[in-house]
């Protein structure tokens, strides 16, 4: 589950052929119109490259911005949304996804505590959230959570 | 087959009537055991075997090589206590001059006794009366065979029978499917009135939910295969309108439809340690999460099976060692590790890994693994092309090429030096770390030669 959405992005970071690799200035930070989607997709995209802290940086821009948002939508909810509401909780859906991909990138970068810590805010805190794979179905980044916690925490 | 709903404290006095049907001649239980659902007047439910409460610890088992004494030891040992089989023929097969029920039996394992109702997908027409009948009368001669063994806990009536795997295929499903299974939970019930059915579907959207409570009342427990999403398979199923017991019947890792895919399309393995805690956490995160409706589990899949690669679902190599997810689950089941645990792949790299490289270059790998108990570690590589024969639904998949010879300096030992295959295509470079005492880690890394 916890790769579901990269499998389009990965083309960014598993491309190319051995010998064909040379350096690549990384790019600048680009908020774009700054809506929680495209902070979302450009968190996806910095994450997928392997640029961890820029992934971060994405990710905490979406949080800053719709989190208050996101989590009246988690308050108003008792269960997950059915797919044809899901785009309904947008704010929601993406804050939490960007919670998801934070921990994500702070797992990469060796900052345990942290990435536990936003992956349980997902977890605990907004778990409706809902994102889309392009396979073709709704996931819940607070269920793709569960074992990175578990992977953080314990001795597996 | 229907339960009926009862009181904990009654329960004894009433357990061998709860699934009886009244018009039907029950046959008494011989030396069988008695396997019973009580239902609370709050709505939630407890197995109880033998009058006893009876979680399912289990897993879906698909050893057939003659080693089910070791492989049912290892089970009990690690604090499991159920296997689930899919078809009949499983049963069939001489394990070290014994049926599987009754070396599960000797161990003190339980089985959900699978059968297995034909797909549609594999060309079982619902209108050939013939087959219809011919498929009744098996399971008809199956129930009469096994219903009296102690081992047997409930019918596996089915798996994923329903499912059109087909892309964009309707989430609707062929209501002659639970017709039919009610027809033949009919059976059992005529016949085995001791014993539960459950039936095995694959994700339970609410117009599934909803044709199953119309069409298939004769259904005691729903088992649900989720990979992914398991750990809030069950909390799905309620919402989607379940209203009866349930258990997780197939999980413990994403799938490989479900994770990411190298540029050439080959799924991404995740390595022992994501798989562990995936299990672990699907498995305990389930189970808390909706107590009394969960009767338990069974985690896939205690064996091997070559599914995009000989690893990715198996819980012990085909030579018997267990891997990192028996720990895990042994966690699981009983709150400790065992005493030897299997070896931690820390990481292993590769150059060439998720990459395309040349045909015929000479490279290299490296795996940092270590033993919690100081067990030497001895390690086997292998090049193996990509699978070729990609299936779905868990069907059958041939096993690809091994190329021994790529392997030129280091076998045996954490680094190793090999060539690329010569001839274009997807591959992957396996490790394997022995503990020499029945526990390994397993890995691979995919590459491509254009």
């Known amino acids: ?156 | 087959m229907r339960f009926r709903a009862g009181y904990i404290s009654v329960f004894f006095a009433v357990s061998v009537f709860m699934f009886s049907e009244g018009a039907i001649a029950a046959p008494k239980p011989g030396s069988g055991s008695v396997v019973a659902l009580e239902k609370t007047v709050d709505g939630q439910f407890r197995l109880l075997r033998n009058g006893e409460p009876f979680e399912v610890r289990g897993v879906g088992y698909v050893i057939d090589d003659g080693t089910d004494a070791d492989a049912l030891a290892l089970l009990a040992a690690s604090g499991g206590n159920a296997i689930r089989t899919w078809g009949i023929d499983q049963l069939e097969i001489d394990a070290d001059g014994k049926n599987l029920l009754d070396l599960a039996h000797e161990h003190g394992i339980a089985v959900t006794l699978g059968f297995w109702v034909k797909h549609a997908r594999h060309g079982f027409d619902y209108d050939d009366v013939e087959s219809v009948n011919r498929q009744r009368e098996l399971l008809r001669e199956a129930v009469l065979t096994y219903r009296d063994h102690p081992a047997l806990l409930m019918w596996g009536l089915g798996n994923e029978m329903e499912k059109d795997f087909t892309p964009g295929a309707s989430e609707e499903t062929d209501p002659r499917v639970w017709k039919e299974l009610n027809h033949l939970a009919g059976i059992i019930n005529e016949l085995d009135p001791y014993h539960p059915v459950m039936t095995v579907v694959d994700g339970t959207p609410a117009s599934k939910i909803d044709s199953i409570r119309k069409l298939y009342p004769r259904l005691d427990i729903l088992g649900i295969n989720s990979y992914a999403g398991a750990t809030s398979a069950g909390e799905r199923a309620l919402q989607a309108g379940w209203d009866g017991p349930y258990m997780l019947t197939e999980f413990g890792v994403t799938g490989t439809w479900e994770v990411q895919l190298t540029t050439w399309g080959a799924p991404i393995e995740p390595d022992p340690s994501t798989k562990a805690a995936e299990s672990y956490t699907a498995y305990t995160v389930d189970r808390n999460r909706n107590p009394l409706r969960n009767l338990g589990s069974y985690v896939f899949l205690w064996g091997s099976k070559q599914e995009a690669t000989f690893s990715w679902f198996g819980m012990l190599l085909p030579s018997g060692e267990k891997l990192a997810r028996v720990d895990a689950m042994a966690y699981a089941w009983t709150g400790d590790w065992p005493t030897n645990r299997v070896p931690k792949l820390e990481s292993m790299t590769s150059p060439v890994a998720f990459k395309e490289v040349v045909a015929g270059t000479t490279t290299y790998a490296k795996v940092d693994c270590r033993d919690r108990e100081g067990d030497t570690l001895r390690y086997s590589w292998e090049v193996r092309a990509e699978s070729s024969d990609r299936r779905v639904g868990g069907d059958a998949e041939a096993a690809p090429p091994s190329f021994p010879d790529a392997i030129s300096k280091g076998q045996g030992t954490d680094r190793i030096e090999f060539k690329v295959p010569d001839t274009p295509g997807g591959y992957r470079l396996f490790v394997t770390a022995y503990d020499g005492k029945g526990g390994a880690a397993v890995h691979n890394l995919p590459f491509y030669v254009p």
């Not at chain 1, 996806?44 to 948002?69: F, P």
């Not at chain 1, 939508?73 to 997950?80: H, K, L, V």
């Not at chain 1, 996804?97 to 060796?110: H, N, P, Q």
């Not at chain 1, 536990?116 to 819940?140: C, H, T």
Request: glycine content about 6%; aromatic content about 12%.
């Open chain 1, 1 to 156: 589950m916890t790769r579901l959405l990269l499998i389009t992005l990965a083309a960014v970071s598993l491309s190319g052929c051995v010998s064909a690799t040379s350096p690549v200035e990384p790019p600048a930070l680009d908020f774009g119109d700054f809506t929680s989607q495209t902070l979302t997709t450009q968190a996806w995209l910095a994450l997928a490259r392997g640029d961890y802290q820029q992934a971060i940086s994405y990710a905490e821009k979406c949080a800053e911005l719709y989190e208050t948002e996101a989590r009246k939508m988690q308050a108003s909810m008792s269960e997950a949304a059915a797919p044809d509401k899901v785009h309904d909780y947008w704010a929601l859906n993406d804050v939490g996804t960007s919670y998801f991909i934070r921990g994500e990138a702070l797992t990469k970068l060796g900052r345990k505590t942290e990435a536990i810590a936003s992956f349980k805010v997902v977890r605990d805190e907004l778990r409706y959230a809902q994102a889309w794979d392009p396979k073709g179905w709704f996931w819940r980044p607070s269920t793709a959570a569960y074992p990175k916690i578990q992977m953080l925490e314990g001795d597996f």
